[in-house]
């Protein structure tokens, strides 16, 4: 079982910066898919960024590519997400997902993901 927690979410303002983070426990973090996905009100769950565990190579949504870094720390079994430039449209509630065994074909697919953390909430506004 794995469990996820983020943090680091909360009120900004537009252009600036936010970091968060997502602490994994329970079982190894090999050969698995990390993934940040948001959902805002009325709104299906969209992906945002992932992350091969093993490799570290990163995938981006075209609308936050530039702007937003995925990262991961192997030693401390934690993954973040450094957000910058913010703008209005980018609230919502922000989750951490992780896909063990996860192919790379299906790496933005929210529905191939196993476990969630429960989210945090971003608010980027004046």
């Known amino acids: 079982q794995l469990v996820l927690v983020e943090s680091g979410g909360g009120l900004v303002q537009p252009g600036g910066s936010l970091r968060l983070s997502c602490a994994a426990s329970?079982?190894?973090?090999?050969?698995?898919?990390m993934g940040w996905f948001r959902q805002a009100p009325g709104k299906e769950r969209e992906f945002v960024a992932a992350i091969r565990w093993g490799s570290g190579h990163t995938y981006y949504a075209d609308s936050v590519r530039g702007r937003l870094t995925i990262s991961r720390d192997k030693a401390k079994n934690t993954m973040s997400l450094q957000m910058n430039s913010l703008k209005p449209e980018d609230t919502a509630v922000y989750y951490c997902?992780?896909?063990?065994?996860?192919?790379?074909?299906?790496?933005?697919?929210?529905?191939?993901?196993?476990?969630w953390g429960r989210g945090t909430q971003v608010t980027v506004s004046s």
């Open positions: 997902a992780a896909n063990p065994g996860g192919i790379l074909s299906t790496i933005r697919t929210p529905s191939e993901y196993d476990y």
């Open positions: 329970g079982r190894t973090l090999s050969n698995v898919d």
